[in-house]
DNA sequence: ACAAATCGTAAGCGATAACTTACGGTAAGT
DNA sequence: ACTTACCGTAAGTTATCGCTTACGATTTGT
């Protein structure tokens, strides 16, 4: 229902650079700005779009603000994907089988 | 390599609509375009977009041109995504062990 | 209590993206 | 040969997006 947010999320560089920060866990604001090329106002509003779209927890932790990788929502995404390559598969198999018919006649 | 393309590719609702009309095989640009709320210049924009991305196959038939989706380039976002699922899976368990852990003491 | 640190939000700006209309080019039908 | 159908490209416009600077709020440390 929701994949549409989270691809639209991930379809940015800066964004995708900050999930690749949080594959080996849990980050604060800092630490995931940290050498990247943009202000950490920009990282913040990232962060604020991957977590709309899903992609993201948020739990507060004193003064700092941890963010995570919601399986969840990057699970959404997956299943959409696969249902895509599903039915390209499917389609392409069919083609191939028309058209080997066609050429044998 | 190039999912980057693919993924931004998808991010387009109008274009998303349009991979989601060849799930079922080929179609011409005419079929495609068919009750779209969107010029037919526009749909040939978008599928310039997806066959850049790797998306999608064109195979020029007399008159028409054929587009059909390339399975391929959905796999190569799949297993980016797959990459991903495995490492924020992995780090949602070690999160949880770690809370286990601190509570227990 | 005061100062420093961490983070989100508001306002504004420049670039990009999606769309339109107009046009050209090639293949099929008469 | 001429017309019609199918499709891509060019030019221009409008809206959205990503970014920066400036500011406010909350929490930690002294």
């Known amino acids: 229902m ?10 940015d560089p800066t964004r995708r650079a900050i999930i690749d920060r949080l594959r080996s866990g ?11 090329p943009v202000s950490r106002p920009a990282v913040s ?6 977590s709309d779209a899903g992609l993201l927890t948020v739990t ?12 969840e929502g990057v699970d959404n995404l997956r299943r ?11 389609a392409f198999a069919r083609a191939a089988e028309e058209q080997a018919k066609g050429n044998s006649k």
């Open 26 to 36: 849990a980050l604060p604001v800092g630490a995931i700005h940290d050498g990247m």
């Open 80 to 90: 959409y994907l696969d249902s895509l390559w599903d039915d390209a598969l499917a």
């Open 2 to 11: 929701s994949y549409e947010y989270a691809i639209a999320a991930l379809a």
């Open 60 to 71: 507060p932790c004193g003064n700092r603000r941890l963010y995570a990788i919601a399986p």
């Open 45 to 50: 509003q990232h962060l604020r779009v991957l």
